[in-house]
Structure formats: C-alpha cells, structure tokens
C-alpha cells in the first residue's frame, strides 16, 4: 500500500481539513436536543445581525454565511437561532490543531475550522494518504465528537479544492493524474487569489472556467494582468501550486484594547475609541506587511465577561478603513436600532488575525493595495517620526480622551 501510496504522489502530499457547519456543529454536540434541526449561530439579537454559519439542515432552506439573520428567520421561521459563543469554538479549534499535529510536524492553521497538513512521507505511520485521512476523521469524530471533511492532493491549492467537495464527512482524494480533469470544469472564482475584483476583469476576457484559463496563452494573459498574476493564473489553472505551509510562529493576531475608567455607554464615545484602536490595529498589521481576513470587536462587559464578535472577508486587508468599518458593524450590530446609550461597556478591542502575508499573497494581484493604502502608509510615516497622537482623525478629537489603549 505504502509504494502505491508514493508511486501516486511522487512529490508531495497535502491534505486540507475543514470542520463542517463548525459553529453550529459545536452547538449541536454541546445540546443534543438540536441534532437534526436547522440551527442558524450568528448576530441573533441584532436587528441587522448576520449569519456566521448554519447547520447542514438549515443550509436546504438556502441559508449561508453572512446573509442577514431577517432573511434567515423568514426562510426558517422554525429554526434554532443562536448567538455564538466565540471563546467555546476556540477550545474546539485548539483542541482540533492539537489532533493534526499528531498526524504531521508540519501543520498550517489557516483559521479557526481549517488547516493543511503535509503529509509527505507518512505512509510508514499512517498507511495511504486516504486511510490517514480517514484515520484523522476518525479520530476528531471520536475524541471530539465532530465531523471533518478532507481534501488530499499535491499541493495546497488543490488540497483546499478537494476538501470542499464531499461536504460534509467527505473526503476527496485529487492525484496529479486526475488534477486536470478536476480544475478544468471549475469557475475561475475557485482559483486561489482571484476575488472579487478579478473576477469580472476575467469574464471580460471570455474566461469562465478554470480550463479557459488553462488555455489561454501565457501573453494573452500578460497583456491583461502583468507578467506575475498571468503566472500565477497560468500556474493554478495547471494545477500547479509550490507554496509551502506556513508553519513558523507568526503572529497569529493583532489587536489593541481600551479599559475605560467608567464603563462607557456612549456609542459615538465608543465609536470614536473604535476608530482609534482599529487605527493602531492596521498601523501594525502594514509594519509587519501582515494582512489579515478575519476582524474581531471584542469587549468586557460590566462584570468582567469578555466576549468577541467576528466577521471574516474574501480578501485580506491591512486597511485603516476596512478594519475600522468592519468592527464597527460589528459593534453596532450589539447596539439597538434607536442607538440610545443602553449598554455599557467596560472595555473594547479591534483584532485581526486570519493572516497571509502581503509578500506572499497581496502584490501577486492586479489591484492589491486599495488606493487609500497609500493614505495609510503616508500617515504611518508620520506617526513613526512624531507618534501616534501627532495625526487625529477629526472624529477622534470628539472623543475618547479618558481611554487608555494596550497593545496585548
Ligand atoms: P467555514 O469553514 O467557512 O464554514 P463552516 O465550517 O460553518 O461550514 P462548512 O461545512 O461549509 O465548512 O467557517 C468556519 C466558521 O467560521 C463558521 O462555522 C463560522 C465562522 N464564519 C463566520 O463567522 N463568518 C463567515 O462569514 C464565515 C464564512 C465563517
Ligand atoms: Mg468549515
């Protein structure tokens, strides 16, 4: 089994693992009354909450990630609608990671749910590549109680690919021998790097499909996307794909915090504080070139309870604005529609995380940086020569002076 295992993977062998329904799933093991039924976790409270996930059985009603939960109730006015519990789905997570790693040394986590393992060179331990995916199935479905689906393949970008296909419980083996037949009927939106800004720059060229893409000829796509995206499209639209994982001990957040002396109920004070953090937030995140997709607003309540909320983006960002408008939503969300100044808080704080480095990933694409980074980079400067405080945005200057912030 172990030669047929290598002769089928000569190079490598990547296996890509995501937990399925996550949230919802978790909640359905932690209340089994809620096995079987739809249940929707998300922004449950707020009149313009959205949805972060929702179980397999809820998904038949059309409900997904970040449709707003009105439009969830109306689909599924029978559904279990919960708020999430972001401290709980971390321990999971944590937990999860620690069973990947005892498959492979080399483990990527790319967010709370997912991950790549390199498996090369395992078959010795673990048997082929699909008896060690079945085997880590079993495994998370045993000792965790939750289901993985697992994508195998030569390389990251088909790995993540393959992991999606049998959804949920599945597992999908992509070899090199059948890649192509695989990405050719594929959208061009499945290739890794193309979002939504690419996205119709491709359809106006006449590329639909992954195999369109495919064969194009390499100045054709020069011509349209500079000489490094067209590799980059030339090279995934092959199936080719030579990232390693990224498994040093990066930062795995950015965040800043603010204690108020006396809980604040304000919102345009909290809202002001806000844009600070977030400002120091993506201040960091551009001078360690890490641009993150997942941004959190997190807070302590009165009695010390801490809590997050969570959006996570298509693309990366290290964006003042994107930040600042995501928490901001996300803090709002946890407002009432009036806005009166009803709930206190004891401290608030934006993080980022979720990161794939700007080197790697942001200049690869045809329009990376938003403009307004050069705003950003401009302001950095001189907050590095003069401070933080030597720039305030003007809606800074009408609030939030009593606040302190802590890098944490
Ligand atoms: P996903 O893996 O994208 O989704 P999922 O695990 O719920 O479902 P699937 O079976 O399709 O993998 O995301 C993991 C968790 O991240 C998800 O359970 C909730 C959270 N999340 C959000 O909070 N907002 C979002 O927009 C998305 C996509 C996910
Ligand atoms: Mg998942």
């Given at each position: 089994m172990s030669a047929a295992s290598n002769k089928i993977f000569p190079d490598r062998v990547v296996f890509h693992l995501d937990m399925d329904a996550f949230y919802a799933s978790v909640e359905q093991l932690e209340n089994p009354?809620?096995?079987g039924k739809p249940v929707i976790v998300g922004g449950?409270?707020?009149?313009r909450g959205v949805v972060s996930t929702a179980s397999y059985e809820a998904r038949v009603f059309g409900i997904h990630s970040a449709m707003p939960v009105r439009e969830a109730r109306r689909r599924c006015p029978h559904g279990v609608f919960i708020s999430g519990r972001h401290e709980v789905y971390g321990q999971y997570s944590k937990r999860i990671m620690d069973i990947l790693g005892e498959y492979s040394h080399i483990i990527e986590q790319i967010s709370v749910d997912e991950g790549f393992l390199d498996m090369t060179g395992s078959e010795g331990l673990f048997g082929s590549p699909e008896q060690a995916g079945q085997r880590l199935k079993q495994a998370i479905r045993k000792r965790i109680g939750l289901s993985a689906s697992v994508g195998i393949a030569a390389n990251k970008f088909l790995a993540k690919l393959a992991s999606d296909v049998k959804k949920p419980d599945g597992l999908f083996v992509v070899t090199p021998e059948s890649a192509q037949a695989f990405l050719?009927?594929?959208?061009?939106?499945?290739?890794?790097?193309?979002?939504k800004k690419t996205v119709p720059d491709l359809h106006r060229q006449g590329l639909y499909t992954i195999q369109q893409v495919r064969l194009t000829p390499l100045s054709n796509l020069e011509a349209e996307f500079g000489s490094r995206f067209a590799a980059h499209l030339h090279g995934l639209s092959h199936g080719r794909d030579n990232r390693d994982l990224?498994?040093?001990?990066?930062?795995k957040s950015i965040s800043h915090e603010t204690t108020f002396d006396v809980d604040e109920l304000n919102p345009d004070r909290l809202e002001a504080v806000l844009l600070d953090l977030a400002d120091r937030v993506a201040r960091r995140a551009r001078r360690d070139d890490m641009a993150g997709r997942t941004i959190s607003f997190v807070w302590r309540d009165p009695d010390f309870s801490r809590h997050s909320r969570s959006r996570t983006l298509a693309e990366p960002t290290l964006n003042s604005d994107t930040i600042y408008s995501t928490a901001l939503a996300l803090f709002r969300e946890l407002l009432p529609a009036s806005r009166n100044p009803s709930r206190k808080f004891r401290l608030i704080g934006v993080r980022l995380s979720h990161f794939e480095g700007v080197g790697e990933q942001l200049s690869l694409f045809s329009d990376p940086v938003p403009k307004k980074a050069g705003i950003d980079r401009a302001m950095d400067a001189v907050r590095d020569r003069f401070g933080h405080d030597s720039i305030q945005r003007a809606r800074l200057v009408e609030g939030g002076e009593n606040a302190e912030s802590d890098k944490t």
């Open positions: 009354a809620l096995v449950v409270d707020s009149p050719d009927p594929l959208p061009v939106e499945r290739l890794w790097g193309v979002g990224e498994t040093d001990s990066r930062e």
